[in-house]
């Protein structure tokens, strides 16, 4: 499998309920991303994962906490979420390297709806 | 404060004319940009880039114009096809480049009509 992938597609969810959204990268990248698309919004940067360790982090909710154990993989854990946190959330990777430029490579998105 | 902006939520063009798409940006460290194109249930996927040292490049049916000066890019799709139909994102990169997020516009919907 190639590209990055990402599950599940659609969730639903209640308030109280604890998920987790997984993505996992093909592409021999070293740094990964958590973006969220609301409607009518830019894609919001979340989590900026790179060599592993996170190096930004804008201004979150704290019921949003990644993980990534690996270069491979990145993970989205989801706890007492609220209404307006129902969005599409993204994952992307890239070979983040300070001498060229890059490009980020996206996969097809979770549809979040929390009820 | 948006730092890209696309100040057209939709366009509709009729095939085979012109599709040209708008970008202006606020922060001074961008300097190189993206385009994305999106369809529904589907991630973005890169178009085409450019850098700041240059004022266009051109690949294939697209080419993206960079005006320094008045912080503004655009992009150009001739001729227009269906398959154009599709969200077009626009995104900066600050010098350094490096890991950070790109920062991106809300997008643009264009409508190729037959």
């Known amino acids: 499998e190639t590209g990055v992938t990402q599950t599940p597609r659609h969730l639903v969810m209640g308030m109280t309920n604890k998920k987790s959204l997984k993505c996992e990268q093909h592409?021999?990248?070293?740094?990964m991303y958590w973006y969220k698309q609301s409607a009518k919004k830019p894609l919001e940067l979340m989590f900026v994962?790179?060599?592993?360790?996170?190096?930004e982090n804008n201004s979150v909710p704290s019921r949003f906490s990644p993980e990534c154990p690996n270069s491979s993989h990145l993970f989205l854990h989801l706890h007492t979420l609220q209404p307006e946190d129902s969005a599409l959330y993204l994952c992307?990777?890239?070979?983040?390297?300070?001498?060229?430029?890059?490009?980020?490579?996206f996969g097809p998105g979770t549809r979040l709806l929390v009820l | 404060d948006q730092q890209v902006k696309q100040n057209s939520p939709s366009l509709s063009v009729q095939e085979g004319r012109i599709s040209i798409l708008n970008c202006d940006y606020t922060?001074?460290?961008?300097?190189?940009f993206l385009w994305y194109k999106k369809y529904p249930a589907e991630g973005p996927t890169f178009l085409i880039s450019?850098?700041?040292?240059?004022d266009k490049n051109e690949d294939g049916r697209f080419t993206v114009f960079l005006n320094k000066s008045a912080k503004h890019l655009s992009l150009h799709i001739v001729p227009s096809q269906p398959g154009d139909s599709a969200v077009y994102f626009c995104?900066?990169?600050?010098?350094?480049?490096?890991?950070?997020?790109?920062?991106f516009g809300k997008g643009t919907h264009l409508i190729i009509q037959p």
């Open positions: 992307a990777s890239s070979q983040a390297d300070s001498l060229t430029w890059e490009t980020q490579y």
């Open positions: 592409l021999g990248h070293n740094a």
């Open positions: 994962y790179n060599f592993k360790e996170q190096t």
């Open positions: 922060n001074s460290m961008f300097d190189y």
């Open positions: 450019i850098s700041s040292i240059k």
């Open positions: 995104a900066a990169i600050p010098t350094g480049g490096g890991a950070d997020g790109l920062t």
